[in-house]
């Protein structure tokens, strides 16, 4: 056995509290280190620039702590609220960012607020609307709600506003809302706010014309004078520039019974036979006879345009008109389809039954429009065939020119050399000559 293994545990004692005394030693070493590095920090947070960064970096801290936190969801508002609630700017708030806002119990409750609320809070709601950070079509809509409203409880304010809408657009107006009960009701009030209007020069673009935006206020005072006074009523029309007169047939839709007659000789007087027979076509006085899906008896037509006075060539631009409308809507139908000559035929025979003489004529420019709409080879064949059928069973040479005409200037798709074909078959021998040349 090694001497080591005899050591006197007197030795181990004697060496372990030497080991003990070096940690000793060493710890309170590193105490007065730290003491000293804590000495120099505090000294640093006292100076001058480390009291500058100091919010800085504080505000930096809260800023990441509220990033971080996840914000609360916003809850919606009850139904309760939404039925009854009279917070105008909240509830359009609300539904801004709705796709089908117009579906929402948000609008139909901002609508019934409107039919509730005073003149003046509707006025000053609208207002607001302007600082209001909405999307466009919103805004929009809820204009037209609370003018609608105004146009009984503040007209002055609704149709001066409506004149604003369209004044930078220098247009017609699609709507204007219903200036002529308006003058109904009050004809002073609103005689006096309209000519107040004319005299501000509101009416006028910047290059001294008559503006678009003065006929829906014009075509009601014109419309309000048919029946009492024709002749005012005629002055009033010629008072607007020819080139805006085809547009009032928008606002002069609805003509009393009563006043049919005055109204057709109104328009027959003031306006090209081309403007006021497309007015005529889309008018109460004969709307249920023109329209597409009319299926008005011929008899009844022939009856109405015997009261109404229109003349043979006027029936013939109206039944030229009305097949024209039909082989467009036939052309959009028919695209990829196999055109449909049975429809052609049914309409062909309904016009003969109101009007023989303007058949022809109105079949030939019906093909026309087909051809144009279409400009396929097939439709080219599917005409061609209905026009040469057509004339060998008896139909005259007012069918055939259209398609002829359309080919020698260009306006439809249709070979020269095919147009010849269809030349050769007039019977009239200088206007057979006439139109080979223009067709050469």
Same mark, same amino acid.
């Given at each position: 056995m090694k001497n080591i293994h005899y050591v006197p545990p007197v030795v181990v004692l004697v060496m372990a509290a030497a080991w003990l005394a070096h940690l000793r030693g060493s710890n309170r070493a590193l105490e007065q280190e730290n003491r000293s590095l804590q000495g120099r920090i505090a000294e640093s947070r006292s100076a001058p620039a480390f009291q500058k960064e100091r919010p800085r970096a504080e505000a930096i801290s809260l800023k990441a702590k509220r990033e971080e936190k996840p914000s609360k969801p916003q809850t919606a508002p009850s139904a309760d609220w939404v039925s009854t609630s009279t917070d105008w700017r909240r509830l359009v708030l609300f539904i801004n960012d709705e796709a089908n806002y117009r579906y929402t119990a948000a609008w139909k409750r901002l609508e019934k607020l409107a039919s509730e609320m005073s003149a003046d809070e509707l006025v000053k709601a609208y207002k607001e609307m302007a600082a209001l950070g909405i999307h466009a079509p919103l805004r929009d809509d809820l204009e037209w709600v609370m003018l609608k409203e105004l146009e009984s409880s503040n007209p002055e304010f609704a149709f001066s506003e409506y004149i604003a809408k369209y004044q930078a657009e220098g247009k017609a107006p699609g709507r204007i809302g219903t200036f002529n009960k308006w003058l109904e009701r009050d004809p002073v009030a609103a005689t006096t706010w309209y000519e107040s209007q004319l005299a501000s020069g509101v009416f006028y673009t910047k290059l001294g014309g008559k503006s678009p935006i003065l006929l829906p206020f014009e075509s009601a005072f014109i419309m309000s004078l048919l029946g009492s006074d024709? +002749?005012?009523?005629? #002055?009033?029309?010629?008072?607007?520039?020819? &080139?805006? @007169? +085809?547009?009032?047939?928008?606002?002069?839709?609805?003509?009393?019974?009563?006043?049919? #007659?005055?109204?057709?000789?109104?328009?027959? !007087?003031?306006?090209?036979?081309?403007?006021?027979?497309?007015?005529? @076509?889309?008018?109460?006085?004969? &709307?249920?006879?023109?329209?597409?899906? +009319?299926?008005?008896?011929? #008899?009844?037509? #022939?009856?109405?345009?015997? +009261?109404?006075?229109?003349?043979?060539? !006027?029936?013939?631009?109206?039944?030229?008109?009305?097949?024209?409308?039909?082989? &467009?809507?036939?052309?959009?139908?028919? @695209?990829?389809?196999?055109?449909? @000559? !049975?429809?052609?035929?049914?309409?062909?025979?309904?016009?003969?039954?109101?009007?023989?003489?303007?058949?022809?004529?109105?079949?030939?420019?019906?093909?026309?429009?087909?051809?144009?709409?279409?400009?396929?080879?097939?439709?080219? !064949?599917?005409?061609?065939?209905?026009?040469?059928?057509?004339?060998a069973s008896g139909a005259g040479d007012e069918l055939l020119i259209p398609l002829i005409e359309g080919s020698a200037n260009g306006n439809v798709p249709y070979p020269r050399e095919r147009a010849r074909v269809l030349a050769m078959m007039i019977s009239d021998t200088a206007l057979r000559e006439e139109l080979l040349k223009r067709l050469n």
């Open positions: 024709p +002749s005012a009523a005629g #002055q009033r029309m010629r008072n607007i520039p020819p &080139e805006l @007169r +085809s547009v009032l047939g928008t606002y002069m839709w609805d003509v009393p019974k009563g006043n049919a #007659q005055a109204f057709v000789d109104l328009v027959r !007087e003031t306006m090209p036979m081309e403007e006021y027979m497309a007015i005529l @076509r889309k008018n109460s006085v004969t &709307e249920k006879n023109f329209s597409l899906s +009319s299926d008005t008896p011929p #008899q009844s037509v #022939q009856k109405n345009l015997d +009261s109404l006075g229109i003349s043979p060539e !006027e029936r013939s631009s109206l039944m030229a008109h009305e097949f024209r409308d039909f082989a &467009e809507y036939r052309a959009m139908r028919d @695209r990829g389809n196999t055109p449909s @000559r !049975e429809k052609f035929d049914d309409h062909r025979r309904w016009i003969q039954a109101i009007d023989p003489s303007s058949a022809d004529r109105a079949t030939g420019f019906a093909l026309q429009t087909y051809l144009e709409k279409t400009g396929t080879t097939g439709a080219q !064949e599917f005409v061609e065939k209905i026009a040469m059928e057509y004339h």
